[in-house]
T-cell receptor
Framework: EAGVAQSPRYKIIEKRQSVAFWCNPI?????LYWYQQILGQGPKLLIQ????????DSQLPKDRFSAERLKGVDSTLKIQPAKLEDSAVYLC??????????FGPGTRLTVL | AQSVTQLDSQVPVFEEAPVELRCNYS??????LFWYVQYPNQGLQLLLK??????LVKGINGFEAEFNKSQTSFHLRKPSVHISDTAEYFC???????????FGSGTRLQVQP
């Protein structure tokens, strides 16, 4: 069974530029999560999807972050414009009907 | 809301020695508890989880954890560590189902020869 795929693995941009991350969850997993992991901290939820609907985006900085999961499968997370404090690893996870979340390898974003 | 406290940011230990990584949680409702491991430049891998039943949970790579409701703790243990166990370990909770996880700040386990 293929795991959660993410791309790109690394991205370096200048502040005020835009960036997008892509996630393909495990086949058949209805629930998809995006977490932000700042260096030295644990991951924090940005947004959770159930199929193509948003379940929780209470911690998503909506003035600059957006995410979509149009067909209920893969998802894109966008930052526009990026700030220095957005430097972090962005982790995508998915789960089926159960309780275990499976994580992708993450995208490491550096904002200069 | 839930919160997780991992009391040690770093734990150095010699190879083949036992280790305990501490985790305490706070929640007004019953929670499910998880330990994940993160190797450098990789995502998180599930080590073990407690949902219900026996309070002693066994996971992969020889790790185990014990749920203590009265002390609101879920400490991770291994009787004999290997160099390959060097990684970051995260304790996490959620309130079940497909809810998002709340993570602690992590403990870096450094196994020395």
């Amino acid at each position: 069974e293929a795991g959660v795929a993410q791309s790109p693995r690394y991205k370096i941009i200048e502040k005020r530029q835009s960036v997008a991350f892509w996630c393909n969850p495990i086949s058949g997993h209805a629930t998809l999560y995006w977490y932000q992991q700042i260096l030295g901290q644990g991951p924090k939820l940005l947004i959770q999807f159930q199929n193509n609907g948003v379940v929780d985006d209470s911690q998503l900085p909506k003035d600059r972050f957006s995410a979509e999961r149009l067909k209920g499968v893969d998802s894109t997370l966008k930052i526009q414009p990026a700030k220095l404090e957005d430097s972090a690893v962005y982790l995508c996870a998915s789960s089926s009907l159960g309780d275990t979340q499976y994580f992708g390898p993450g995208t490491r974003l550096t904002v200069l | 809301a839930q919160s997780v406290t991992q009391l040690d940011s770093q734990v150095p230990v010699f190879e083949e020695a036992p280790v305990e990584l501490r985790c305490n949680y706070s929640s007004s409702v019953s929670v499910y508890l998880f330990w994940y491991v993160q190797y450098p430049n990789q995502g998180l891998q599930l080590l073990l989880k407690y949902l219900s039943g026996s309070t002693l949970v066994k996971g992969i790579n020889g790790f185990e954890a014990e749920f203590n409701k009265s002390q609101t703790s879920f400490h991770l243990r291994k009787p004999s560590v290997h160099i390959s166990d060097t990684a970051e370990y995260f304790c996490a909770v959620n309130v079940g189902g497909r809810r998002a996880l709340t993570f602690g700040s992590g403990t870096r386990l450094q196994v020395q020869p």
